[in-house]
């Protein structure tokens, strides 16, 4: 195994190994109601929409780009899903409309970034800033004062459960495996690492730079889009306010601590869902050790800058040559 | 007359000229906009957004990114609350986070540049680490009755045509003269326009690296935690999630103000006007009555789409960024 992996790796059992011993019956699943029940289950549950979001950030972080603007691109999905149920579109198209909405705002940042050259952080801020409005302007726009909706279909995808296990788990390994297997079995990978790698370098080796760039952003999108159809097919409602907050950075974080460098050049996308585990199980563990809540997100600031840390080069030379010099003494 | 004609100036030109043409279009549109009095308050509502911008200038100016401002401002807010309940007066309190901000921030500076870790991630832990205090400190809505308080609230100049002046906006604009002068009239500032011009060039020139980051984010840091007391001074309470995604209203005042993200250009006077142009926006969707919250996000999202297409066409036909 390469070293990269040890450190995300061990921050998740290490953290798996503390819930063991605040709380024995931790590790226990059982099955109600014709599904799997347990801690564990509810952390994979949980890390769904962060962990899909997250594997499209790894794509752009692999550009040496970055995009703000996913949790407004979930809060539009959401919304174009509410409006088209409840205009009475078939729910597979509203899905359609909901992922293409999503991949129109992936064009948008990727256009920006890669047609007019602006630097990804600023260009994809638009869409942050403005996305949600635009959400909210969409539930106003079919005159719905409540853009709640019901859709069997929907709900199934999020909150359903085939053969004892959540649907949204199939969802999810599912897109993974698409994506693994774009990014690992053709050469799109290569050619979105070796752009964050040096772009100029690879557009004279013959790969078109921008355009791998446009790609990397719509990928991004529509993942972006599947976890805004996750959640709001979980609660049955579009919230553009207030669905999928701080997703961005969460995401960020997931794909960071999964080993990936915003210098870019870079695409863990195993890596990048232990990232997202890592910060999902920290969640619940606050949750179940019976800590305020308030605690959550100070503990997370403290493992995130223990995890990077540890990831810092210059930390890790400088913490061994400390120790080495102690072990000389 | 070259000097003031000098390609650099252009988007903050740019900004002026935005905010004149939307404070004239409120003007035509709606009876008594076009008043001192609108521009007082426009200049009190939004000085703590101002002031943290105003810190946030120098980072962006160095290269870096601060996103812990919102959650500074929550917290010094509750902080100053929570120590006026315990007895504390405001000046106190006040000093106290003042100095709890420049050390945070300096804190923050030193540990992207001895850890080599992106400003990004760092802030983006700071973010979590002080809303996280801020539920530490408390999690209620907490009053600010000390007499100090009115009495920061009395103080107020009038203007010509019943606008009034009030406190904050009297803070924000000493401390944005404070931070103009910093910026074009010190060796600190220069050395800051430098690195983020070109970080390797400037180290190559003598600039000390360390202690200019370490400054640059104790400066942002400060001026966040005096944002804070502006906010909690103003709204006479601290709670715990005031502040929330303020970092990002900030970072668009400074682009709007004509601050490149790229680092190496830009005024600090800019993010003055930009931090007005998004409070006009605010306001004049208040003032049509009809108008939804959706605009004030969705109008935002379209000036600053306009502001970085232009500086991105500057930047390319002067080359007056750094070139990339």
């Not at chain 1, 990978?189 to 557009?203: Q, R």
Request: charged share 10%; net charge positive; hydrophobic share 55%.
């Amino acid at each position: 195994m390469q070293s990269r992996a040890v450190w995300p790796l061990l921050a998740l059992a290490v953290i798996l190994i503390v819930d063991g011993i605040i709380s024995p019956n931790f590790y226990d699943i059982r099955i109600v109601e014709g599904r799997l029940f347990g801690n564990l289950i509810d952390i994979l549950y949980r890390a769904v929409p962060t962990a899909l979001v997250a594997l499209g950030m790894a794509v752009v972080i692999g550009t040496k780009g970055i995009d703000l603007s996913v949790g407004s691109i979930a809060a539009i999905s959401g919304a174009i899903i509410a409006w088209r149920i409840q205009a009475g579109d078939p729910h597979g198209l509203v899905l359609v409309w909901a992922l293409a909405a999503a991949a129109v705002c992936g064009a948008w940042n990727g256009a920006l970034v890669a047609g007019l050259g602006i630097q990804p952080i600023i260009a994809t801020l638009i869409l942050m800033v403005s996305g949600r409005g635009i959400g909210m302007m969409v539930n106003l726009f079919y005159g719905g004062t409540d853009p709640s909706f019901q859709s069997a279909f929907l709900q199934g995808l999020s909150t359903g459960s085939v053969l004892y296990v959540p649907t949204r788990l199939f969802v999810f390994t599912g897109l993974f495996l698409l994506l693994w297997v774009l990014i690992r079995r053709t050469a799109l990978g290569l050619f979105v690492e070796a752009t964050g790698g040096n772009a100029a370098a690879s557009n004279i080796a013959g790969v078109n730079a921008r355009l791998i760039a446009f790609v990397a952003y719509v990928i991004c999108g529509l993942m972006a889009g599947w976890a805004g159809v996750i959640l709001t097919a979980d609660t049955h409602t579009s919230d553009p306010v207030s669905v999928a907050l701080y997703i961005e950075l969460d995401a960020i974080l997931a794909v960071v601590i999964g080993g990936g460098s915003l210098a870019g050049g870079r695409i863990y996308l195993g890596m990048t869902v232990i990232g997202a585990l890592v910060i999902q199980t920290l969640t619940t563990s606050i949750l179940i050790s019976g800590l305020p809540p308030e605690y959550n997100l100070i503990i997370k600031a403290l493992v995130v800058l223990f995890v990077l840390v540890l990831q810092s080069d210059k930390a890790r030379q400088g913490i061994a040559a400390a120790l080495w010099r102690r072990v000389r003494q | 007359m070259s000097a003031l004609l000098n390609k650099k100036y252009l988007p903050f030109y740019a900004t002026v000229l935005v905010f004149v043409a939307i404070f004239l279009i409120g003007g035509a549109t709606y009876r008594n906009f076009l008043s001192m009095r609108v521009l007082g308050n426009i200049l009190a509502d939004n000085s703590f957004i101002i002031i943290a911008a105003t810190g946030a200038t120098f980072v962006i100016l160095s290269g870096g990114i601060d996103l812990s401002i919102g959650s500074m401002i929550g917290f010094v807010g509750v902080s100053v609350a929570v120590l006026d309940s315990l007895g504390w007066d405001p000046l106190s309190s006040a000093i106290l986070m003042l100095i709890f901000g420049f050390a945070f921030g300096a804190f923050q500076g030193w540990v992207i540049d001895s850890l080599d870790i992106q400003p990004f991630i760092i802030t983006l832990a700071g973010l979590f680490l002080l809303r996280g205090l801020c539920f530490m400190v408390t999690v209620n809505a907490v009053p600010i009755t000390h007499e100090w308080a009115d009495l920061y609230s009395d103080i107020r100049i009038r203007l010509p045509g019943k606008g009034l002046l009030r406190s904050s906006a009297m803070v924000m604009l000493a401390s944005l003269a404070v931070a103009i002068f910093i910026a074009h009239f010190t060796r600190f500032g220069t050395n800051v326009y430098a690195i983020g011009g070109d970080r390797e060039s400037a180290r190559l020139m003598g600039v000390n690296i360390r202690r200019t980051t370490v400054m640059v984010y104790a400066v942002a840091g400060f001026y966040s935690a005096l944002a804070g007391v502006v906010y909690a001074l103003y709204t006479k309470s601290g709670y715990p999630l005031a502040g929330n995604t303020l970092e990002l209203s900030a970072i668009a005042s400074v682009v709007l103000g004509g601050t490149l993200l790229t680092g190496g250009v830009g005024m600090v006077a800019g993010t003055l006007f930009g931090g007005m142009i998004l409070g006009l926006i605010s306001t004049l969707i208040i003032f049509n009555g009809s108008l939804n919250s959706a605009w004030i996000l969705i109008s935002s999202g379209v000036l600053l789409f306009g502001f970085i297409v232009l500086h991105r066409f500057l930047v390319s036909s002067f080359d007056i960024g750094n070139g990339r």
